[in-house]
């Protein structure tokens, strides 16, 4: 789109259908900051692995009442053509973030416009809740409005099919064609029918908490061990309303949470960042673990759908486990729990994206249980346990990015169990004899030190979206021979589809939907995948090695040999 194109569709946002604060933000862009103006209407957003996500703000490239009520209108269009003869059904969350409750409601309004039941949640809560809620309401399709771990200029729309899973193809392409047909917003039913809204609450936390508590694997565990101290923070969101009542059910009696934190705020006051991925997030719970001698932190992010995690070393030290590290020891302890129950018999599995770590494969096949690896996007994972249900029974698995899931109650990444699950495994071990650290250290000497890294690297704006365009074009283009002073054996293309051997010259199907992902994956088996984020203007690298750990004795020098490694991949790869 070029600048007058992009001039005249900012113009129509002059019109009085637009409120008048949003009028004035457009004029000062058309009259002053074309740079803005530009990355402000160059495109209309796009569902990725997230959803619907951008920068609060007016312009068709930004999330505001108006692009939320358009993409409401589009997906109502679409459940009507999907759902002729059925009465609609669709359910409604929230997040803490500014203008959240306010989105939502428009949501409630254009659907109930559109004739659809609408079951609201009256006040902020998780996106694993409302994915359970869904399938408990029987509703045909959900809307949550968060914008996930992202800053607070950010929100979002993720948007849920009738099994509690974010939109997949065709579906969420068919959404998007909806509102791309609408041409203004006089397209958009606007004349609410409150006699179509009903307003939810506690009912749905008890029952999503009592389904939870089903998964309990070691309830004698958490008995002998209730007083285990645990530091958990909700980093201001949602995770405040029912995380802490999860702990409680499964049988935790020694909760301590940072009260700067319980307060909900989508100015997020305590942190740079709402994200449990980055180490400065936790902070604050770390200092209370200190002082407490707490032996577990936990923090969850604005939506409670990811978890991150804190234990102690092995010099009593907290450090801070990665994604890859907490889904491991998770996957494991479900594995080795159903298998000391005898409840393993054939029909089970776990999932994982291909950017999470190898491991969890590895140590799948040791107990005969099958790992199915997915796209990026927990909707593919919730996709996979759609398709088998009858045939094959989902224990655990995740992703990279901090988030898990157990069961199949909910179909989309859920810290609010996970907080739950790790607190049970932590009294598992420590019944046991052990940290969770030297449980980490012993799955390493039976299954292999796997060790993953993942650099991420921003590029806004029109500008940075062709920069990053051209990075990939620069690896699928001219790929790698060799990495980590290994040579690549598989070069796996998954946006054609073709997985290419290179040391036997030939060439398979990945057997994955079109995603724009190269991985590469050497005769030593380390493994290095470049993706564009799906909901925020980076590209990813992510880097895996590995290596054999004999003794316990050697985890130091083995785990500073893999740092080496993974520093001198980053390198190789120009981060």
């Not at 759908?305 to 801070?320: C, E, P, Q, T």
Request: with cysteine; glycine share 8%.
């Amino acid at each position: 789109m070029n600048d007058t194109e992009i001039r005249a569709k900012a113009k129509k946002w002059l019109s009085p259908e637009f409120n008048p604060e949003i009028q004035e933000h457009v004029r000062k862009m058309l009259d002053s900051d074309p740079v803005a103006l530009t990355d402000a209407f160059y495109k209309s957003l796009e569902f990725g692995t997230g959803g619907l996500r951008g920068i609060m703000g007016a312009g068709t490239n930004r999330i505001n009442s108006y692009t939320i009520a358009m993409a409401t209108q589009g997906l109502c269009n679409y459940l009507l053509k999907t759902f002729p003869n059925e009465q609609v059904k669709i359910a409604v969350a929230h997040d803490p973030r500014n203008n959240s409750s306010r989105y939502a409601r428009k949501v409630a309004e254009v659907c109930s416009a559109n004739g659809i039941e609408v079951y609201i949640f009256k006040e902020l809560r998780p996106t694993p809740e409302l994915s359970f809620t869904i399938r408990h309401l029987k509703c045909h399709s959900g809307v949550v409005i968060t914008a996930s771990h992202n800053p607070k200029e950010y929100n979002g729309y993720k948007a849920y099919w009738n099994d509690g899973g974010q939109l997949i193809p065709p579906h969420d392409k068919n959404v998007i064609k909806e509102v791309e047909a609408i041409e203004g917003l006089e397209a958009v039913k606007s004349e609410m029918d409150s006699r179509k809204i009903h307003w939810i609450g506690e009912e749905l936390d008890n029952a999503y908490l009592s389904a939870l508590k089903q998964l309990s694997m070691s309830p004698e565990a958490i008995r002998r061990q209730n007083g285990l101290r645990i530091v958990y923070t909700a980093l201001h969101g949602t995770g405040g309303v029912l995380v802490p009542k999860a702990l409680e059910k499964f049988g935790f009696t020694n909760v301590l949470t940072v009260d700067e934190q319980d307060v909900y705020d989508g100015n997020f006051p305590t942190v740079h960042s709402p994200n449990p991925e980055e180490p400065a997030a936790l902070a604050m719970a770390l200092q209370l673990a200190n002082e407490s001698d707490a032996e577990l932190v936990m923090g969850t992010d604005p939506d409670a759908d990811r978890v991150g995690i804190a234990v102690r070393d092995l010099r009593n030290k907290m450090v801070l486990l990665n994604g890859n590290q907490t889904g491991a020891l998770l996957v494991y302890y479900l594995l080795k729990r159903w298998q000391e129950k005898n409840m393993l018999d054939g029909k089970q599995f776990v999932a994982k994206t291909i950017v999470t770590t190898a491991l969890i494969d590895t140590m799948a096949e040791k107990f005969n249980v099958d790992c199915y690896n997915v796209l990026t996007g927990f909707k593919y994972i919730a996709e996979l346990i759609r398709s088998l249900e009858g045939k094959k029974k989902f224990i655990g698995g995740g992703e990279e990015s901090f988030g898990y899931l157990a069961g199949d109650f909910v179909r989309d990444k859920d810290a609010v169990l996970s907080c739950a699950l790790i607190a049970e495994m932590v009294a598992w071990a420590k019944d046991n004899g052990k940290t969770l650290y030297e449980l980490l250290i012993d799955i390493y000497l039976e299954y292999g030190f796997y060790k993953e890294s993942l650099v991420s690297i921003t590029r806004k704006g029109k500008q940075g979206a062709e920069e990053i365009a051209a990075m990939m074009d620069k690896f699928r283009n001219k790929p790698l021979k060799e990495i980590d002073g290994s040579p690549v054996v598989w070069l796996k293309d998954y946006k054609s589809g073709v997985a290419r051997n290179l040391k036997e010259n030939r060439e398979e199907e990945t057997g994955l939907p079109s995603s724009n992902v190269l991985k590469y994956i050497a005769e030593n088996g380390t493994q290095v995948t470049v993706r564009p984020s799906g909901t925020e203007p980076k590209i990813k690298f992510y880097f895996s090695v590995n290596a054999k750990l004999n003794s316990k004795e050697e985890f130091e020098k083995v785990n500073a040999g893999l740092d080496a490694r993974l520093k001198a991949l980053q390198a190789q790869m120009g981060n």
